[in-house]
């Protein structure tokens, strides 16, 4: 553990400075050099520069350290402030030496001087195996017949995902591999967003397939790679949301704000470990399994 994802772009111009860089924690951001460039030291003692003339950005601007749960803590040690951003609300400054918990397998954004800071930390739960446990492993999504949640086994063939002219199809397909599924629907020249299923290793994965339209829990997936897939991850493919779960695997709720709709473990009282919603008070969609 201990590991983040960093990316930092110019807020105004959207231009990136950094991409997804992978560090190991401690963190620490800061300008340097007679460029005023911005600079990451990590753990490691891994020293990554960033953009130029940041004349702005502090020597020692945020620490990002490891915090006592086994997520994230922000610390702001800047002159001219960190501010958190959370979707649908407005920015909140951390203060002086003030501090932000990121739990387990969040994402979140931070601006400050002009620039986005985005931090991703892994989820810490294992990939899914198919089969493996005798448990069954489902995809559910809502059913826009029915209005209610729909499941779907997972345990054997894959879900395939098929662009239409104005909607998104989701077909049942048996193959040898993800790869062999997302190849035959190209072959029927028919746009493939993914295909969801079992790979070599018994992992549960989701292979993304064309236009870019694959994101797991809030995180865009590189097409025609692999992603293993573990209980409670949510996938937006093409605007629609497939639900991971696990048959046993803890009880889910999803998050009520529009921008998130991410699934939490359920736990009264508690917030949406993407983006700090408060969960349980009663719009929250508690899900069920197996239907
Ligand atoms: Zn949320």
């Not at 490891?66 to 609300?89: F, H, L, W, Y």
């Not at 704000?257 to 969609?285: I, K």
Request: hydrophobic letters at 35%; a negative charge.
């Amino acid at each position: 553990m201990g590991k983040a994802q960093l990316s930092v772009w110019q807020s105004a111009s959207g231009a990136v400075l950094l991409s997804a860089l992978e560090v190991r924690l401690p963190v620490v951001l800061g300008r340097h050099g007679p460029n005023d460039a911005g600079r990451l030291t990590d753990a490691d003692g891994k020293e990554v520069l960033f953009g130029s003339d940041l004349a702005t950005l502090s020597r020692h601007h945020m620490d990002i350290t490891v915090s006592d749960t086994g997520g994230a803590t922000v610390i702001d040690r800047s002159s001219n402030g960190v501010q958190r951003k959370m979707p649908g609300e407005p920015n909140t400054m951390l203060g002086k030496d003030g501090e932000d918990h990121l739990p387990i397998g969040s994402q979140r954004q931070y601006e400050t001087v002009g620039l986005v800071i985005e931090i991703n930390l892994p989820h810490a739960s294992r990939p899914l195996e198919a089969g493996s446990t005798g448990q069954k492993i489902y995809a559910v999504y809502d059913s826009a017949s029915a209005g209610r949640p729909k499941a779907i086994d997972l345990t054997d063939g894959y879900l395939c995902l098929v662009r239409d002219a104005n909607s998104v199809r989701m077909e049942r397909q048996i193959g040898p591999s993800a790869g062999d599924v997302l190849q035959s629907v190209k072959d029927a020249r028919q746009v493939c967003l993914a295909v969801v299923g079992r790979d070599d290793d018994g992992r549960t994965v989701v292979l993304p397939g064309q236009n870019r339209s694959v994101v797991c829990n809030r995180r865009a997936l590189p097409e025609h790679e692999p992603f293993a897939l573990a209980h409670m991850d949510t996938l937006e493919i093409g605007g629609m949301d497939l639900r991971i779960m696990e048959e046993g695997g803890e009880q889910p709720i999803v998050c009520v704000n529009p921008d998130c709709r991410q699934m939490n473990a359920y736990e009264v009282g508690g917030n949406c470990r993407y983006c700090g919603t408060r969960l349980g008070d009663g719009r929250t969609q508690k899900l069920p399994l197996g239907t």
